[in-house]
């Protein structure tokens, strides 16, 4: 993976982009992901999915919300700057999502704004969309908010 | 896990709430899920966590998330009628999340409305509030919007 220069506050700015790179999510993930997190027969198990309103597996949007920090943290946007998320919000589904699909994430910093209880911190907003890679499909989008450290702040990783 | 009845559009009311079971979250599964799902120092590795911002080991908030998800769709709320999530809004970590601890999820109803392009199926707004059980610390909160049929539409599970 690339590995970006360290990023603080300062050196953040709206419009800023970033694209990660491609993770395959095959059917054995998704079958243990949602046993494990999302139990239902839409996710679990491809023929009583038949009988849901799926008509079919469909990977749990949950799993796919988790690779899509993944690819956010594998790809070091901030260099050695954590990705720690404060506040999470709009993640939608824009349609089903199956096993055996390239994810890639693109992010677009929308906001930024100084903590009003300190000047050590601020927050950096950001709109992510996950998408099919091959296909150039939207999945997923959603608006995270990120704690970013002022530039003589900073602890290692 | 208790099963309940199976639930339409109609019989879901604002300020229905819902208690789940609870579940253990050891540091095996927080080093697995982060290692997997969000990997960062603070999260994966017990000594380099020490030189982060966090100064020890925490867990991953999509592991929480996660978590809350299995508790909700483990405990029926519904019956057979599925959890499937549109749009998920306002997650908020409100404290550093460590290993060993017990999670439980208190959801209420907050809203509820007709979709306006199909009378089959109407949109549920529910609340969540992912607690450390032993010491009812808030952990972390969210909204879902949730799609649920009308009662004449429903396929089973």
Same mark, same amino acid.
């Given at each position: 993976?690339? !590995? ?7 050196? &953040? ?17 998704? +079958? ?15 023929? =009583?999915? =038949? ?13 796919? +919300?988790?690779?899509? @920090? ?15 998320? @404060?506040? +999470? ?16 994430? !693109? ?6 704004? @100084?903590?009003?209880?300190?000047? !050590?911190?601020?927050?950096?907003? @950001? ?11 939207? +999945? ?5 908010? &990120? &704690? ?10």
């Amino acid at each position: 993976m690339a !590995k970006y220069p360290t990023k603080f506050y300062e050196d &953040i700015h709206v419009g800023d982009e970033h694209t990660t790179e491609t993770y395959f999510l095959g059917m054995e993930e998704v +079958l243990e992901f949602a046993g494990k997190y999302d139990p239902q027969p839409m996710h679990t198990d491809p023929e =009583k999915a =038949k009988d849901t309103i799926f008509g079919e597996l469909v990977a749990s949007g949950w799993n796919v +919300l988790a690779i899509t @920090m993944r690819l956010m943290a594998k790809s070091n946007p901030l260099g050695e700057t954590p990705l720690i998320g @404060m506040h +999470l919000s709009e993640s939608r589904f824009h349609t089903r999502i199956h096993a055996d699909t390239n994810l890639i994430v !693109k992010a677009v910093v929308k906001d930024k704004r @100084m903590s009003s209880s300190s000047a !050590k911190r601020g927050y950096v907003n @950001m709109f992510l969309e996950t998408f099919d890679a091959d296909k150039d499909v939207l +999945l997923v989008s959603q608006n995270w908010e &990120i &704690i970013v450290p002022v530039r003589h702040e900073i602890k290692p990783m």
